[in-house]
């Protein structure tokens, strides 16, 4: 099933890059006439696409190293080796930090971190809780952990297994991709990843388990007030995130049982869904604000129904957090 994907998806993004890279020099012009008889003077459709340019050639690198690491892993015998993981971070690295400077000068988006998130981070391990309303942030865990030395592991959906630079990297260095229809499966991959945290390795869940849209959140209150009264009630107010879903987060906490709870929360991408939308909002520098705040373990309930509550206590903060911080 692997190879049969990954002999679909590979020559696909290869092919993606080239094509988008070769025709720079003719839809380049294409793309400034259509932005300037707009009147968007500041070519939001070209940043946009140079942007998706970007990615697509980054992923193309990580595709076309990773064979190479794998050759000096002794053909993949020692790809866990300490030496191993540092070669694959380092492309990691690279590939984000890469990103995240484009999205600087192309999408006039930038990453503010504010001195509480620093002071909570550390040290590992950690479960992260992390807010989700964009492709962008997902990158947000490894901005924060990465340039302190730690190991970041993330639960991923099954679906992104379609980008082979996820495939073929973020697998080898220890995240685990879910599926979305198969409960027990994704709770025994959680705890797998669970047991194995050590000193340096913080495990990364995005607990809403999707991307928020308000349309999604009023479904999901819907179907909460027929299931569970109760809890539509405690989470009636949330604006700005959608409800946690509970079986990944408490698989993962049981399988760590002494490790404490980072939850970052972040603020200003809100309005960007996709990149169609960027180039809709275009001009707009934005700020990413973020925070974090560490739960020590011992404030973690044990009993699973007061751990639930306990979910939507800490979700609920980070809702309020959203709300009373303006984010341009």
């Known amino acids: 099933m692997r190879w049969k994907r990954r002999t679909v998806t590979i020559p696909t993004m290869l092919t993606v890059t080239t094509v988008a890279v070769v025709g720079l020099p003719v839809l380049t012009p294409m793309l400034i006439v259509a932005d300037l008889i707009r009147g968007r003077r500041c070519l939001p459709s070209l940043r946009v696409y140079l942007f998706v340019t970007q990615y697509a050639v980054s992923d193309s690198v990580e595709i076309l190293v990773v ?3 794998w050759l000096r892993a002794g053909f993949g015998t020692r790809l866990q080796s300490p030496a191993s993981i540092r070669r694959h971070e380092r492309i990691q690295r690279w590939s984000i930090a890469l990103l995240e400077r484009r999205a600087a000068r192309l999408l006039d988006l930038r990453v503010a971190i504010d001195d509480e998130a620093t002071k909570a981070l ?16 997902a990158s947000l865990p490894y901005l924060l952990y990465q340039p302190r030395g730690y190991h970041v592991h993330s639960v991923i959906m099954e679906e992104l297994l379609a980008d082979p630079g996820f ?14 229809a198969d409960g027990p499966q994704a709770r025994r991959a959680i705890s797998d990843l669970g047991s194995a945290l050590d000193r340096s390795t913080v495990a990364v869940i995005f607990p809403e388990g999707r991307l928020y849209r308000p349309d999604l959140l009023e ?25 946690i879903r509970p079986g990944g987060v408490c698989a993962l906490l049981d399988a760590a049982p002494d490790v404490d709870v980072v939850v970052v929360a972040h603020c200003g ?4 869904p996709g990149f169609r939308s960027v180039a809709r909002h275009f001009p707009r520098p934005t700020t990413v604000r973020v925070t974090a705040w ?3 373990r011992n404030g973690v309930p044990i009993d699973p129904v007061e751990r639930v509550r306990w979910l939507d206590r800490v979700w609920q903060d980070v809702d309020d957090w959203i709300d009373t911080h303006t984010c341009s």
Request: with cysteine; charged share 30%; aromatic share 6%.
């Open 67 to 69: 064979p190479w690491l």
């Open 294 to 296: 560490r739960i020590a």
């Open 167 to 180: 495939d073929l990297l973020y697998r080898r260095l220890g995240s685990t991709f879910i599926p979305r």
């Open 122 to 137: 550390e040290p590992a391990p950690a479960i992260v809780l992390c807010r989700h309303v964009n492709v962008l942030d």
């Open 219 to 243: 479904r999901i209150r819907s179907k909460l007030t027929q299931s569970d009264p109760d809890r539509a009630r405690r989470l009636a107010s949330l604006r700005h995130v959608l409800p």
């Open 269 to 272: 991408l809100d309005t960007y």
